[in-house]
């Protein structure tokens, strides 16, 4: 079993950054894929980014693509997500995942998951 705990989530102007951290504990292993979704009110959750544990091979949905980045910290089985140029449209609960054996963008994919930060963008 691996246990995620997010952190970071908060309310920001549009503009403004935030960094999200999820730490793993439990039968981690470096060979597998972790990865964000999001969740706004009434929608779907929806991929953000990936990235591989051993060799840090990222990957990020459009919308996200070069405002956000996605990164780890073996050593603290901490996986991050640095938010820049944040826009209202990405207020939602924001989810860590792991244990995909690829860098998936498919939830069901994922076989852990934490419990979800929010993330509240004003304009």
């Known amino acids: 079993q691996v246990q995620l705990v997010e952190s970071g989530g908060g309310l920001v102007q549009a503009g403004a950054s935030l960094r999200l951290s999820c730490e793993a504990s439990?039968?981690?292993?470096?060979?597998?894929?972790a990865g964000w979704f999001r969740q706004a009110p009434g929608k779907e959750r929806e991929f953000v980014a990936t990235?591989?544990?051993?060799?840090?091979?990222?990957s990020y949905a459009d919308s996200v693509k070069g405002r956000f980045t996605v990164s780890r910290e073996n050593a603290k089985n901490t996986v991050y997500l640095q938010m820049d140029s944040l826009k209202p449209e990405d207020t939602a609960v924001y989810y860590c995942?792991?244990?995909?054996?690829?860098?998936?963008?498919?939830?069901?994919?994922?076989?852990?998951w934490g419990q979800g930060t929010q993330v509240t963008v004003s304009s």
């Open positions: 439990g039968r981690t292993s470096s060979g597998y894929f």
């Open positions: 990235i591989g544990w051993s060799r840090g091979t990222t």
């Open positions: 995942a792991a244990g995909a054996l690829v860098g998936s963008r498919r939830a069901n994919e994922y076989q852990y």
